[in-house]
């Protein structure tokens, strides 16, 4: 069965780190690039960070630049995002999302998304 | 940074009429434009990629349109699992890759 199943999500006070997991199945994985996406409570979506295919670049969104990590197992077919310093403007619903590839670089499968939320 | 502007913010409906959205680049996106579908509790999912060309099991009521920086979703006859969110977003110039805000689409 083709999909991504999330994981990880939860609340976390502000300042502190969480790392979320995304477990890919039914696809070979290690031949796409893949991406995080979020939603906050009211707005719309947002992208987040994306991995090369064989995790040598990494791209960031400028508000978690230098805070968040995206990284890869292709062995393990999973994907992560490491977030430290997490401020309450970070609670959202995390999607991982695989690149449809072929050099077209948008998102042709989803998760059903983690929650996180920041909050004292 | 390409932004991208959907409207309207909600349209409202009737089972089987059409509906309308259209969304709009600060500038040109060539084709490189895509449609997705929220529906709460789901999986984002790909409804349109390269501005027309549907995805896989995507139905044939489903449509888009457009090129350079203006682009339309039709919808030609509202059936009730397609009462949603929906946004686009292009790829053509990264990073960042950028959505519109959204248009929901509510019964009327």
């Known amino acids: 069965q083709v999909q991504l199943v999330e994981s990880g999500g939860g609340v976390v006070q502000p300042g502190r780190s969480l790392r979320l997991s995304c477990a890919a199945s039914g696809f070979a994985f290690s031949n796409f690039a893949m991406h995080w996406v979020r939603q906050a409570p009211g707005r719309g979506l947002e992208w987040v960070a994306t991995?090369?295919?064989?995790?040598?670049?990494?791209y960031y969104a400028g508000s978690v630049k230098g805070r968040f990590t995206i990284s890869r197992d292709n062995s393990r077919k999973m994907l992560s995002l490491h977030m430290n310093s997490l401020r309450d403007d970070d609670t959202a619903l995390y999607y991982c999302a695989k690149d449809f590839g072929h050099s077209d670089y948008f998102f042709d499968l989803w998760g059903q998304g983690a929650l996180v939320t920041v909050s004292s | 940074e390409i932004v991208m502007t959907q409207s309207p913010a909600t349209l409202s409906v009737s089972p089987g009429e059409r509906a309308t959205l259209s969304c709009r680049a600060s500038q040109t996106v060539s084709s490189n434009l895509a449609w997705y579908q929220l529906k709460p509790g789901q999986a984002p999912r790909l409804l349109i990629y390269g501005v027309s060309t549907r995805a896989t099991g995507i139905p044939a009521r489903f449509s888009g349109s457009g090129s350079g920086t203006d682009f339309t979703l039709t919808i030609s006859s509202l059936q009730s699992e397609d009462f949603a969110v929906y946004y686009c977003q292009q790829y053509n110039k990264w990073p960042p890759w950028t959505f519109g805000q959204g248009t929901k689409v509510e019964i009327k």
């Open positions: 991995i090369w295919y064989d995790g040598d670049t990494q």
